[in-house]
């Protein structure tokens, strides 16, 4: 039976890092929410659809964008995923209490993911990453302006190992950014955990200090992927 | 609008590289056949099944498995893909005429993508490379033993630079294989392309010799995929 897997952790964590990596190794497909967004505010219709066009409006101000609608976004997909009969890895999403549970007659993405996967197929994991570490990489945050991929930290070259792309800092950056970040992080996903467990599901840690195959491992056992 | 691509390319062109970019800055999956074909018959599920057991022994002693079994296989994940609402690239199949057209019993590949994709959403990229440059790539070729990433012959260190995984060579890349893998593609793709070119699927030649980067952005610009 194919595995339903949310991934949440604070910034610097490897959210996207461990998703790929499980969808490197699986049959599991990575949906990730901000990737699907920039592509369909990429596409024709965003200059065409009243709808599209102020969301991608809000998201060129860095507003937020409408919760029914992302919501709306992320269940097209998962459904999508499963009818396709492929397991799902989420990184980022759902995001919001909003998004998780849902509201106004929608149901919300756990309780989706629970109808189409089955509630025991449904894994929810945290990483979890010491302050001290946490400060070390967001410290040194470049990633690859190309492909994408982040700057490990041994790597002295100031071109991607992958593709030759230049190094670019994340804007993001900067320490009381970062600690903001985290602080949102906090805000914001602790009710979201919270309704997982109030649904039955038990929150995997999963210390994301190692290295990112060794949190790979980590994850394999818990979720008991083979 | 989705989209399939297929990157062919002698070995050590860059196919999984240029995958690999264009499935991270598109709303596409990299369909790597060959770790596909080996999580599956290394799934517990394989051995409930006589037919992926079958194929297991065959690819665990190198052999090629079924032709008709992988084509199947193949289709069934171009179709998931597909309605799962994701364009699809490839970097190595179809890799002979029967994967690409079929038989008498059996859609090829590319039948199932223009049934998914649409004729005009199929792009075929040739990527190409002297045999001084591939030789030397290939020599240096280390890929990583967790995610399968490759790595820059010029990169220093003996970690992957996604996950820190240890490198490791590829049996394919001995010098010897290299050169057999060398001589059968070119002789195995000639058909393919020609049927390419006989269907009218978009066709690009690109010179790979330039630094990953740079020949993505030359994909890019000439598949015209909108950014």
């Given at each position: 039976?194919?595995?339903?897997?949310?991934?949440?952790?604070?910034?610097?964590?490897?959210?996207?890092?461990?998703?790929?990596?499980?969808?490197?190794?699986?049959?599991?497909?990575?949906?990730?929410?901000?990737?699907?967004?920039?592509?369909?505010?990429?596409?024709?219709?965003?200059?065409?659809?009243?709808?599209?066009?102020?969301?991608?409006?809000?998201?060129?101000?860095?507003?937020?964008?409408?919760?029914?609608?992302?919501?709306?976004?992320?269940?097209?997909?998962?459904?999508?995923?499963?009818?396709?009969?492929?397991?799902?890895?989420?990184?980022?999403?759902?995001?919001?209490?909003?998004?998780?549970?849902?509201?106004?007659?929608?149901?919300?993405?756990?309780?989706?993911?629970?109808?189409?996967?089955?509630?025991?197929?449904?894994?929810?994991?945290?990483?979890?990453?010491?302050?001290?570490?946490?400060?070390?990489?967001?410290?040194?945050?470049?990633?690859?302006?190309?492909?994408?991929?982040?700057?490990?930290?041994?790597?002295?070259?100031?071109?991607?190992?992958?593709?030759?792309?230049?190094?670019?800092?994340?804007?993001?950056?900067?320490?009381?950014?970062?600690?903001?970040?985290?602080?949102?992080?906090?805000?914001?996903?602790?009710?979201?955990?919270?309704?997982?467990?109030?649904?039955?599901?038990?929150?995997?840690?999963?210390?994301?200090?190692?290295?990112?195959?060794?949190?790979?491992?980590?994850?394999?056992?818990?979720?008991?992927?083979? | 609008?989705?989209?399939?691509?297929?990157?062919?390319?002698?070995?050590?062109?860059?196919?999984?590289?240029?995958?690999?970019?264009?499935?991270?800055?598109?709303?596409?999956?990299?369909?790597?056949?060959?770790?596909?074909?080996?999580?599956?018959?290394?799934?517990?599920?394989?051995?409930?099944?006589?037919?992926?057991?079958?194929?297991?022994?065959?690819f665990d002693t190198g052999k090629l498995c079924t032709p008709s079994w992988v084509l199947g296989t193949f289709s069934r994940v171009v179709r998931a893909v597909g309605s799962a609402g994701y364009g699809i690239v490839f970097s190595g199949p179809p890799r002979t005429l029967f994967e690409a057209v079929g038989g008498k019993r059996q859609k090829g590949l590319f039948d199932v993508l223009e049934e998914v994709y649409g004729k005009k959403n199929i792009s075929v990229?040739?990527?190409?490379?002297?045999?001084?440059?591939?030789?030397?790539?290939?020599?240096?070729?280390?890929?990583?033993?967790?995610?399968?990433?490759?790595?820059?012959?010029?990169?220093?260190?003996?970690?992957?630079?996604?996950?820190?995984?240890?490198?490791?060579?590829?049996?394919?890349d001995d010098p010897e294989v290299v050169k057999k893998r060398m001589e059968e593609y070119v002789e195995r793709t000639k058909p393919i392309i020609a049927e390419v070119k006989r269907r009218k699927y978009k066709y690009v030649c690109i010179g790979a010799t330039k630094r990953p980067e740079k020949v993505f952005q030359d994909i890019v610009r000439r598949v015209q995929l909108k950014k």
């Open positions: 039976m194919p595995k339903a897997i949310v991934i949440y952790g604070p910034p610097g964590a490897g959210k996207g890092t461990q998703a790929e990596l499980i969808a490197k190794n699986f049959d599991i497909i990575h949906f990730d929410t901000g990737r699907r967004l920039r592509q369909i505010f990429r596409s024709p219709e965003a200059d065409t659809d009243p709808v599209l066009e102020a969301e991608k409006q809000k998201s060129n101000e860095g507003k937020l964008l409408s919760g029914p609608w992302i919501l709306e976004i992320v269940s097209d997909a998962v459904e999508r995923i499963s009818a396709a009969g492929t397991g799902i890895v989420l990184s980022g999403s759902p995001r919001t209490l909003f998004e998780a549970v849902g509201g106004d007659g929608k149901k919300g993405v756990f309780e989706l993911l629970e109808d189409l996967y089955g509630k025991e197929n449904v894994y929810v994991i945290e990483l979890d990453i010491s302050p001290e570490e946490s400060v070390k990489r967001n410290k040194v945050r470049y990633v690859c302006s190309v492909c994408g991929l982040p700057k490990l930290g041994w790597i002295e070259s100031d071109q991607c190992v992958f593709c030759a792309g230049p190094f670019r800092k994340r804007e993001d950056d900067g320490a009381s950014k970062m600690e903001m970040r985290i602080q949102e992080y906090r805000e914001k996903t602790k009710p979201v955990l919270e309704a997982a467990r109030e649904r039955g599901h038990e929150v995997l840690e999963v210390d994301a200090d190692p290295l990112p195959y060794e949190v790979f491992g980590e994850i394999k056992r818990k979720v008991g992927l083979e | 609008m989705k989209k399939a691509v297929v990157i062919y390319g002698p070995p050590g062109a860059g196919k999984g590289t240029q995958a690999e970019l264009l499935a991270r800055n598109f709303f596409m999956i990299h369909f790597e056949s060959g770790r596909y074909l080996e999580n599956l018959l290394h799934t517990p599920e394989a051995k409930k099944s006589k037919i992926l057991e079958r194929e297991k022994s065959l990229v040739e990527l190409e490379v002297g045999m001084k440059v591939s030789g030397k790539r290939n020599e240096a070729r280390y890929v990583c033993s967790v995610c399968g990433l490759p790595r820059l012959s010029w990169a220093k260190g003996a970690r992957c630079g996604f996950c820190d995984g240890a490198l490791k060579k590829r049996v394919l």
